[in-house]
């Protein structure tokens, strides 16, 4: 079992839709859980940091995280074709540790 | 704004050449990391570092080696450059228990 598994994907949503993107993990005593936004042929780059148990939103990103079942997603409200891209899952175990991706793909 | 630099951005070498690829942060940061990642797949750790004179390899077997002489720079050389290598190269530095940064990237080619 991987340390960090992430849906396979691809995803496609329409314009507007809701983006719901998921990853769990393997260890029950990481503590430090990161989304990465990553476009094609560019550095990944942090979208959002969680550390509690449930919900935090920063405009159209909500993180949720559930320690008990050891997931964590991350959905993306009125989704718009600037947020195609793949979304990296990252979680502290030890060290930081990366998940393969999501590819989404928004389509007008 | 992370301050973690790469160079150069892209690359072309012959078969057998000796690279370097630079990577420098000033946010003083203590972990320091690379990875390759092939257009489309994952992330793969080829080595990381916990502090001056502290390297280790990563999960994903390379050719390639590092050191860690100064808190802000970490190297990555390839003795002798294959087609193989072709790849993305990206490095990135973090410390506990903050996000990881990453550089703009080197993209290599090896012809």
């Known amino acids: 079992q991987k340390e960090v598994e992430q849906n396979s994907g691809p995803l496609s949503v329409p314009e507007g839709a809701i983006a719901s993107l998921n990853c769990t993990y393997s260890?029950?005593?990481?503590?430090?859980f990161f989304w990465y936004r990553q476009y094609s042929g560019k550095s990944p780059e942090l979208i959002m940091f969680?550390?509690?148990?449930g919900d935090k939103e920063d405009g159209r990103f909500t993180a949720q995280l559930n320690k008990a079942s050891q997931y964590v997603s991350l959905l993306i409200r009125d989704s718009q074709p600037s947020d195609s891209a793949t979304y990296l899952c990252?979680?502290?175990?030890?060290?930081?540790?990366f998940g393969a991706g999501t590819r989404l793909t928004v389509k007008p | 704004e992370a301050d973690i630099y790469q160079t150069p951005r892209y690359l072309v070498i012959g078969t057998g050449k000796k690279i370097t690829l630079e990577c420098s942060q000033t946010?003083?940061?203590?972990?320091m990391y690379w990875y390759q990642q092939d257009p489309g797949m994952e992330l793969h750790l080829i080595h990381y570092?916990?502090?001056?004179?502290?390297?280790e390899k990563g999960d994903l077997s390379s050719e390639s080696t590092v050191s860690r002489i100064r808190t802000e720079h970490f190297p990555l050389t390839l003795e002798s450059a294959r087609p193989s290598h072709t790849s993305q190269y990206l490095c990135?530095?973090?410390?506990?228990?903050?996000?990881?940064?990453f550089g703009q990237g080197t993209r290599l080619t090896v012809v």
């Open positions: 990135a530095s973090r410390t506990d228990p903050r996000e990881a940064f």
């Open positions: 260890d029950r005593g990481s503590q430090s």
């Open positions: 969680i550390y509690s148990n």
């Open positions: 990252a979680v502290k175990i030890g060290d930081m540790r």
């Open positions: 946010m003083g940061h203590d972990k």
């Open positions: 570092s916990y502090g001056v004179n502290s390297t």
